[in-house]
């Protein structure tokens, strides 16, 4: 009950104040935080999500809120359900703050992220996450986030509408992750040399290529894009060119692609020889053709290798027993011939293991006993041999192996 009293008292005088001062007063942040709380529904959030909000205690210690030495909040973490309004525009006078996330699981926001969020000029870190869910019409980037030229890490999700040319603007940004966007993927995102994460995942039919110029952006280690439809299944992109400058992303250490082309071309060696940092690879429905190159195994120090859906075709280099870190392999659904390598058992943290429906020969070798760990694994629709070897048989799994 007194809980509840005081904020009441805490809002009656937020409100007084700004109506005896005037519409020049400059607000401060224990107020705006007042604000966004009301207007945001916070009495509706969970316990967890609103300890001390409004309380006598210091702004520093309401949940989600981190202050400086004298105190302005330089952090604000907001997670909440049943919202109607996204955030108010009184967010724009917390200048001091440098991080901002705001987590909405829940339908019916009326508003958008205002303009004033541009005003947060000394921001580095801006995660907009909103439930995929939520059934709202096309919500944008807004031009605002040019003005934040200091940010780092922008992470949005559940937005719509087209990647716009003005994201090259945003020259210090390291992580960029944008989940939900549609349309083409704009030459401008290439102008962003200092990244080192990026994440284009899309829900509805895309337009347009993977542009070629992504091969400058030599700082990734980490390059995702996803061109699926999600739970509407993978598409077809006729005429769709594989972006082959990927390869000249030296640094690179994950790459997962998927739908991003119809088109592929062979991976080239000489280049994924550069490549000495790559942990994952994954390359799914992408038209991708040619013979394993052995150059993927020369490091040793793969720990994902996924390439299926494709065109690949030869056979499996015997040199992947030399990534005894791997704990993924996922071939299936190409054209691979000859046998299955017994170096694959030098592999004993590998847990998923797919070569179904391939032109595979030959025995099961009796090495792959030896990856205890094995979870997943299929082998069906080959021309391998019948004969299970013994050891394989005795595998704790083996109820949920496919041959």
Same mark, same amino acid.
């Given at each position: ?5 005081? *904020? ?7 409100? !007084? ?5 005037? %519409? ?20 509706? #959030?969970?316990? *967890? ?10 702004? =520093? ?9 004298? @105190? ?27 991080? +901002? ?21 000394? +921001? ?23 003005? +934040? ?11 719509? =509408? ?61 390059? %995702?894009?996803?061109? *699926? ?10 005429? !769709? ?5 990927? #390869? ?15 088109? @592929? ?48 075709? @030869? ?5 992947? =027993? ?22 694959? =058992? ?5 847990t998923l293991f797919l070569l179904n429906d391939n032109q595979l020969t030959g025995n099961i070798p009796n090495e792959l006993a030896k990856c205890e760990k094995l979870i997943m694994f299929n082998l069906s629709n080959n021309q391998l041999s019948s004969n299970i070897p013994a050891d394989l048989k005795a595998h704790p799994k083996f109820s949920n192996f496919k041959f």
């Amino acid at each position: 009950m007194r809980k509840v009293v005081l *904020s009441m008292v805490c809002l009656f005088i937020v409100i !007084a104040m700004i109506s005896c001062s005037g %519409s020049s007063k400059q607000l401060t942040d224990q107020e705006i935080l007042v604000i966004v709380y009301e207007a945001m529904n916070g009495p509706n #959030w969970r316990d *967890s999500q609103k300890e001390n909000w409004l309380s006598e205690q210091p702004i =520093g210690e309401w949940k989600g809120v981190e202050t400086n030495d004298e @105190g302005r909040v330089i952090k604000l973490e907001l997670r909440a359900d049943s919202v109607t309004e996204l955030v108010p525009v009184e967010i724009g006078g917390l200048t001091e703050l440098e991080e +901002l996330s705001i987590f909405i699981n829940n339908d019916g926001i009326t508003n958008d992220v205002p303009a004033e969020i541009g005003n947060l000029t000394k +921001l580095k870190r801006l995660y907009l996450n909103l439930s995929l869910f939520i059934p709202y019409e096309e919500r944008p980037l807004l031009p605002a986030i040019t003005s +934040l030229v200091n940010l780092e890490n922008l992470l949005i999700s559940g937005f719509r =509408g087209s990647i716009p040319d003005y994201i090259g603007q945003l020259s210090k940004l390291q992580t960029l992750s944008l989940q939900g966007l549609e349309g083409k993927i704009p030459e401008s995102i290439c102008q962003l040399t200092e990244l080192k994460e990026l994440v284009l995942n899309t829900n509805k039919q895309p337009e347009g290529e993977v542009p070629q110029c992504i091969g400058k952006l030599t700082k990734l280690k980490k390059l %995702s894009i996803d061109y *699926s439809t999600g739970f509407a299944g993978n598409i077809k992109r006729p005429n !769709a060119k594989f972006p082959e400058s990927i #390869w000249d992303l030296t640094n690179l250490e994950h790459l997962f692609l998927r739908t991003v082309s119809n088109t @592929g071309s062979p991976i080239p060696g000489d280049k994924v020889a550069k490549m000495e940092n790559l942990r994952g690879v994954t390359i799914i429905d992408c038209g991708i053709t040619g013979t394993i190159p052995v150059e993927l195994f020369a490091s040793g120090e793969l720990r994902t290798f996924e390439i299926y859906r494709n065109n690949i075709t @030869g056979t499996i280099p015997t040199e992947i =027993g030399n990534c005894v870190q791997l704990s993924s392999i996922k071939l299936h659904h190409n054209e691979l011939t000859g046998t299955i390598p017994a170096e694959i =058992g030098n592999c004993a943290k590998l847990t998923l293991f797919l070569l179904n429906d391939n032109q595979l020969t030959g025995n099961i070798p009796n090495e792959l006993a030896k990856c205890e760990k094995l979870i997943m694994f299929n082998l069906s629709n080959n021309q391998l041999s019948s004969n299970i070897p013994a050891d394989l048989k005795a595998h704790p799994k083996f109820s949920n192996f496919k041959f």
